[in-house]
């Protein structure tokens, strides 16, 4: 089956810093990927749709100077937390669409990655 | 191997109820979620067990059982706008979500 793995798994990092989070699809290949932020027990929140060759799209009230994205080959997006504060601390997923499969409403998801800002 | 199976598509009439099942085997186990998700939209949170039994929320039902690797969701007096995508998920021993393909419901009148 089509597997999306993130890395790292856990991040801890001093406030200010910035922390890059990789996405990949593993045996196939995905021209959309989507990163979203999970707060516990709630719903995924759509933070911006990343397109392979484009810049990605932000949902209003992302900052995208904040939250930079590069989708650079059909297997691989990057989230980059710029200047991260503790209260950018969450539990952030991604997902990506099969390219081959034409199914264009399924997506896989990736196990997440916990970010903690000190 | 860590592995989540749920059916690929179920059909149900329209004020039916249906039961969704998801069976699981994963290194640990933090909490399994249900998400709906619609076409074109994020997945929204239904419900988080992590101990057995039953936890109802109006229309909507998930149950657990840990020692059988099993949930399932349950769908009261279903309405047209319930078709959609059902995914389950198991948080792991590292706090980790696997996911399961999801289901897709169709409901029908």
């Known amino acids: 089956g089509a597997v999306v793995s993130q890395h790292p798994s856990w991040v801890i990092c001093k406030s200010g810093t910035s922390v890059k989070i990789e996405c990949r699809s593993l045996d196939f290949q995905a021209t959309t990927m989507f990163w979203y932020r999970q707060f516990p027990k709630q719903s995924l929140m759509l933070m911006a749709t990343?397109?392979?060759?484009?810049?990605?799209?932000?949902e209003q009230g992302v900052e995208k100077d904040k939250f930079l994205i590069n989708h650079a080959s059909l297997t691989l997006s990057t989230l980059t937390v710029t200047s991260a504060h503790p209260e950018d601390s969450s539990f952030y997923i991604c997902?990506?669409?099969?390219?081959?499969?034409?199914?264009?409403?399924?997506?896989?998801f990736g196990p997440g990655t916990r970010l903690t800002v000190l | 191997g860590q592995n989540i199976d749920q059916p690929t598509e179920m059909t149900a009439t329209e004020g039916a109820i249906v039961q969704i099942n998801c069976t699981y085997q994963t290194s640990g186990f933090n909490g399994l979620f249900w998400y709906q998700q619609h076409a074109g939209e994020a997945p929204t949170f239904l419900s988080y067990?992590?101990l057995d039994g039953l936890e109802e929320k109006g229309r909507f039902s998930s149950f657990l059982s840990r020692s059988k690797g099993y949930s399932y969701l349950l769908l009261k007096e279903l309405q047209m706008k319930d078709s959609a995508s059902y995914l389950c998920?198991?948080?792991?021993?590292?706090?980790?979500?696997?996911w399961g393909a999801g289901t897709k419901l169709i409901i029908k009148p």
């Open positions: 990343s397109n392979e060759g484009s810049k990605a799209t932000y």
């Open positions: 997902s990506a669409r099969d390219l081959a499969s034409g199914d264009t409403d399924t997506q896989y």
């Open positions: 067990n992590v």
């Open positions: 998920a198991i948080m792991d021993s590292n706090y980790q979500l696997i």
